[in-house]
């Protein structure tokens, strides 16, 4: 029996069917848990004993290259590169979850009430996200983060402004499309408010394509933050980060020490790669154009 014939929902069969983009995803999803694997139970491999604190500095040995006893070498700091390079996905989920959360949290109400209403209201709120679109995101997050200061709800907020529209011009395009369907005028007859209408017939026929957004974001947060912290605006100095690793690391490449450079650096691409794979295998599944969805029938 082929899992075709199954009433299964659509994203195990993505799963498990025998193509590229299923099998992609499937690695985007070990890449993303295996992060967040990471993150939840590094502290706790601390705490064994298993790691070294991240922050204290070893003092000796300092740029030794990797080891039985230092698995990614230490840095010219003194810093256990694999314990920081543990720790920073930490701290890089931390932001990047929470920055995706709040601009989908402002982004998505101010699409429905825009693409519903119409009117003054949508031309306002249009004028206002096509004005915050067109700036680049690095740069906008640069300035921001020079108005707010360092720290994850501070970083988290200097990431967020620039994905707000992205999850306003879907959202309002969609709530626009549906808002003519033969259920909403039904509901509109029959006296529901426009809180119920959004709330209960709009809302779930509009968000489907959010989920897509917000791993897309999640990639692209992880890079904007690793510049942040490249250029000293991310994050304190206490906590672990891929960016300012990389960036007290660079002056040591030119001299061979390559380990320092190559871990973060690995860590960092390797996040953004699992996520973008999961936002692409999402995409397909609600994309109704996509040839995997012919499947489903």
């Not at 290259?65 to 010219?76: A, D, E």
């Not at 989920?93 to 119409?118: D, E, F, M, N, R």
Request: hydrophobic share 50%.
């Amino acid at each position: 029996m082929t899992l075709n014939k199954i009433n299964l929902p659509r994203f195990w069969r993505f799963l498990g069917t025998n193509n590229l983009s299923g099998r992609l995803m499937l690695a985007g999803i070990g890449i993303t848990i295996g992060f967040i694997a990471i993150a939840l139970f590094a502290p706790t491999l601390q705490a064994w004993g298993w790691l070294q604190n991240p922050i204290e500095s070893l003092k000796n040995p300092i740029h030794d290259p990797p080891s039985l006893n230092h698995w990614f070498g230490t840095s010219r700091q003194g810093y256990d590169v694999f314990s920081r390079t543990l720790f920073g996905s930490q701290a890089a989920l931390q932001v990047v979850v929470l920055a995706t959360t709040l601009s989908l949290c402002v982004g998505v109400p101010l699409g429905l009430v825009s693409g519903y209403l119409g009117g003054r209201v949508d031309r306002l709120l249009l004028f206002l996200m096509d004005t915050i679109y067109t700036l680049p995101g690095l740069l906008l997050s640069v300035t921001l983060a020079f108005v707010v200061g360092r720290g994850v709800f501070n970083a988290a907020i200097a990431l967020s402004i620039s994905y707000v529209p992205q999850y306003y011009r879907v959202v309002r395009n969609h709530t626009a499309s549906v808002k003519t369907e033969l259920f909403i005028e039904a509901a509109q007859a029959l006296g529901a408010s426009t809180w119920t209408v959004l709330s209960r017939y709009l809302f779930l026929n509009v968000i489907q394509s959010v989920p897509v957004l917000f791993t897309l974001n999640a990639a692209d947060a992880i890079l904007i933050l690793g510049g942040l912290g490249f250029l000293g605006l991310g994050l304190p100095e206490d906590v672990p980060e891929w960016g300012r690793d990389l960036r007290q690391a660079l002056d040591a490449l030119p001299t061979g020490i390559w380990w320092t450079t190559l871990f973060p650096g690995l860590a960092l691409t390797l996040m953004v790669v699992g996520l973008s794979l999961l936002g692409e295998g999402l995409s397909e599944i609600v994309n109704p154009r996509s040839p995997n969805r012919s499947s489903d029938k």
